[in-house]
């Protein structure tokens, strides 16, 4: 079965760095793009960015640029999303989705990040 | 960027009824919408992709349709388990892959 697993729930300050994780299973996780998706507390879903683990191609929505960063180590299937400085507005739920040709269809089970003093 | 404008932001419908769910574009799309289903506590869910194509184990009483900036996705008789909130999403400005501010269905 395709998977995507990602990191545990995570509790943070303001000003902390953090780097959650998205490990894929079951297929060829170098050949599909993956998306970083933000669910903030009772809304809607945002797209942040994509990442191509075959070669590390990246790109950011224009929301989320420069304010995270995106990454892959295909040898171990996993992508990552990180912060260098949290702030509370990052509180959120964060899904890492597998990209085909049209839409998102293998979604991880998300993590939670907190950030507050 | 691509504008996606969901409506209504809440619909109401009894179990048995059927529910019409739209999604309009600021800018033609063409047929690259995607429509997501998510119920409380848990993972979206890819029901349609191609504006009218279900996704894998989808049921059929789910259809999707549309084109350029108008879209329409129709629950043909509400079951239980179909009170959620669902979300289109554009692929055609890739690698933008925005979302509308989703629909929730509820209980009448």
């Known amino acids: 079965e395709v998977q995507l697993v990602q990191s545990g729930a995570e509790v943070k300050k303001p000003g902390e760095s953090l780097k959650i994780s998205c490990q894929g299973s079951?297929?060829?996780?170098?050949?599909?793009?993956i998306a970083w998706v933000r669910q903030m507390p009772g809304k809607g879903l945002e797209w942040m960015g994509i990442?191509?683990?075959?070669?590390?191609?990246?790109r950011y929505s224009p929301s989320f640029q420069g304010q995270v960063t995106i990454s892959a180590d295909k040898s171990i299937s996993t992508a990552y999303l990180q912060w260098s400085s949290l702030k509370a507005s990052d509180t959120a739920m964060y899904y890492c989705a597998r990209l085909i040709n049209d839409g998102l269809d293998v979604w991880g089970q998300g993590t939670t990040v907190s950030v507050s003093s | 960027e691509i504008v996606m404008t969901q409506s209504p932001a809440t619909l109401s419908v009894s179990p048995g009824e059927r529910a019409t769910l739209s999604c309009r574009a600021s800018?033609?799309?063409?047929?690259?919408l995607a429509w997501y289903q998510q119920k409380p506590g848990q993972t979206p869910r890819l029901l349609i992709y191609?504006?009218?194509t279900r996704a894998t184990g989808i049921p059929a009483r789910f259809s999707g349709s549309g084109s350029g900036t108008e879209f329409t996705l129709t629950i043909s008789s509400l079951q239980s388990e179909d009170f959620a909130l669902y979300y289109c999403q554009q692929y055609n400005n890739w690698p933008a892959l925005t979302f509308g501010g989703g629909t929730k269905v509820e209980i009448k």
């Open positions: 191609g504006a009218s």
């Open positions: 800018q033609s799309v063409s047929s690259n």
């Open positions: 079951a297929y060829s996780f170098t050949t599909y793009w």
């Open positions: 990442i191509y683990p075959g070669d590390s191609d990246t």
